[in-house]
């Protein structure tokens, strides 16, 4: 009888993961974006990172109380650092433990990835920016671009083409109904 009833709460647990689109599921995954950067730079390349994070700052993650966009990228020594990504602590935090919400935080990647970010960072109008925070295999990975600042021209085409999009989509809608 207790295997049935064990059996039964399986199904159960694995039929709401199942009803998830795989949108949804990156969603979930997702813990935060950087949607200025992406408005205010040219996204050349991609890395993903390791974080080093103290306890209570995984669990404000796992809450969703994080900021990207103040954030950026800087090389030290060979060795990358995120500087302005704002951790909020939970109320629940313990009273030993003493919060820096906007501490200074190390990304984990290899010798080689940085040498080459290092060269292309030195070269004229390139930085590093936070592009997302996501969790892979249990583990806090942020993503990081190599981008180069737009001009106030390319902005308000980014706006420009953003509007057209929705009004476009306004149309569809109307139409369909």
């Known amino acids: 009888m207790a295997t049935k009833e064990a059996s039964s709460s399986k199904k159960t647990a694995a039929t709401p993961s199942a009803k998830l689109s795989p949108k949804a599921a990156a969603a979930a995954v997702r813990i935060a ?15 993903e990172a390791g974080m080093v994070l103290e ?5 404000s993650l796992r809450e969703g109380k994080v900021q990207l966009t103040d954030g950026y990228v800087v ?8 500087i302005g990504c ?7 935090a313990s009273t030993h433990v003493r919060p820096d919400s906007v501490r ?29 925070m996501h969790w892979k295999a249990g583990k806090v990975k942020c993503e990081i671009g190599l981008a180069k ?4 021209h390319d902005k308000r085409d980014t706006i420009k083409d953003r509007e ?14």
């Open 104 to 132: 200074t935080k190390k990304l984990l990647m290899h010798k080689e990835e940085i040498r080459r970010l290092v060269g292309k960072v030195e070269q004229k109008g390139f930085t590093l920016v936070p592009l997302n």
């Open 86 to 92: 704002q951790i909020n602590p939970l109320g629940t």
């Open 164 to 177: 057209g999009k929705r009004e476009v989509e306004r149309a569809m809608k109307s139409r369909n109904r």
């Open 33 to 47: 974006d950087n949607k200025k950067a992406l408005f205010n730079y040219h996204i050349e390349e991609r890395f």
């Open 55 to 59: 306890g209570w700052e995984v669990k």
């Open 75 to 82: 090389v030290r020594g060979g060795e990358l650092f995120i």
């Open 149 to 152: 600042g737009k001009g106030e």
